[in-house]
C-alpha cells in the first residue's frame, strides 16, 4: 500500500544535518556520459530494476509503503530511509527497527576523506504500481553536497539513482552511480543502515564487531532475540564489491561500499552499477537460517525480475 505524508519531525529526519541546496551540473550532461558509457563499454551490467521503463513523476518530498509485513518511509530531500518497521506476528503491532543516533540509512560517499558529502534530492522521482502487487520507486539523478567545513555546499560531480521494489514480505534496492566527471581521491561510495538491535554479522560470521571486512557476502544481517533485518546479494548484480564496514556505534550501522580505499582512488566518468539487494525480516537470533532463504529467492530465477 503507498501512503504519502508530510516527514514527521520525531523520527530520523530530526537527527539529518540540513543540507545547503546548489545547483550541479545539468541533467543532459549525466544523460550524455550515461549512453557514451554504454556504447565504449557494452560489458557493464545494467539493473533492470533501475532501467525500467519510466514510472509516473512523484513529486512529494516523502514516500511510504505499507503491507501487513512491514513498512517503509523514505525521504527525498534530502534522500534517506526515514522508518522502517516490521509486523512478523501479523498483529498489527508494528516494530521500529531503525537508529535514530548517529549516522543515516541512506547513500554513502566520500571524496578526498571518509563520508565526506551526504545525499541531498533527486532529479526526478518516479512511482509505478505494477498489476502484481508491487510497487516500485526510483530515485535518479541523486546529488550530493559537502557538509564540513571545507566543501558546505559544494555538490561534487557524482549522481546515484536508487531504486527500489517492494513486495508485501521484503522489497528489493539497486543502486547506480553516475560519475559525471573523472574523481580523484574517490574514497568510499555506497549505501548503509542503521538498525537499533545488538548485533550484526554476516553469511561469513554471523557475529562481527566493529572492522573493515574485504567484498560482499552472500548476506548480512542486523539481529536481537527475537527480530531481525537480512540483505541478500543478488549475484553478479554489480562488479563492485569493495567492502563493508561494521561501525562503532551503540547500533548496528553497516556500510556496504562499492569503492572503499584509504587515500582514494581515481575513477573515470561513466555509469557503474552498484548492486541489487533483497532486504527481508526474520525472528532474530533462533532464525538465522531463514536468511539463507532470502539469499536463494533473489538469486532464483522468478527472483530476478
Known amino acids: 500500500m503507498l501512503k504519502t505524508h508530510p516527514v514527521d519531525s520525531d523520527r530520523g529526519a530530526a537527527q539529518v544535518a540540513p543540507l545547503i541546496q546548489v545547483l550541479g551540473r545539468t541533467f543532459c550532461v549525466a544523460l550524455a556520459a550515461c549512453t557514451l558509457w554504454a556504447l565504449v563499454c557494452p560489458w557493464v551490467p545494467v539493473s533492470a530494476a533501475t532501467e525500467a521503463q519510466p514510472g509516473a513523476a512523484y513529486t512529494e518530498p516523502y514516500f511510504e509503503y505499507q503491507s501487513d509485513t512491514y513498512g517503509i518511509g523514505i525521504s527525498l530531500d534530502p534522500v534517506f530511509i526515514d522508518y522502517l518497521s516490521a509486523d512478523l506476528d501479523g498483529d498489527g503491532e508494528f516494530r521500529e527497527l531503525l537508529a535514530y543516533v548517529g549516522k543515516p540509512s541512506s547513500l554513502w560517499l566520500g571524496v578526498g576523506g571518509w563520508g565526506t558529502y551526504k ?95 574485504q567484498g560482499f557476502p552472500r548476506w548480512i544481517l542486523w539481529y536481537g532475540p527475537d527480530i531481525g533485518v537480512a540483505a541478500a546479494f543478488r549475484e553478479g548484480s554489480t562488479l563492485l564489491a569493495a567492502n563493508r564496514w561494521y561501525g562503532n556505534l551503540e547500533s548496528s550501522y553497516v556500510i556496504v561500499h562499492n569503492w572503499w580505499k584509504p587515500g582514494g582512488s581515481a575513477v573515470g566518468w561513466g555509469v557503474y552499477p552498484g548492486g541489487t539487494w533483497r532486504v527481508g525480516f526474520f525472528r532474530g537470533a533462533q532464525d538465522i537460517d531463514a536468511v539463507e532463504g532470502i539469499h536463494s529467492s533473489i538469486n532464483a530465477e522468478d527472483g530476478r525480475r
Open 119 to 213: 545525499p541531498g534530492k533527486p532529479v526526478r522521482a518516479e512511482v509505478r504500481e505494477e498489476e502484481d502487487g508491487r510497487v516500485l520507486l526510483a530515485l535518479r539523478g541523486i546529488e550530493f553536497v559537502g557538509f564540513l567545513p571545507t566543501n558546505t555546499g559544494h555538490v561534487v560531480p557524482v549522481r546515484a539513482d536508487w531504486a527500489f521494489q517492494f513486495h508485501d514480505d521484503f522489497f528489493d534496492m539497486t543502486v547506480t552511480w553516475r560519475l559525471l566527471d573523472d574523481i580523484a581521491g574517490l574514497q568510499e561510495a555506497g549505501w548503509a543502515l542503521n538498525v537499533d538491535v545488538p548485533w550484526y554479522g554476516d553469511s561469513e560470521e554471523a557475529r562481527r564487531v566493529n572492522l573493515d571486512v
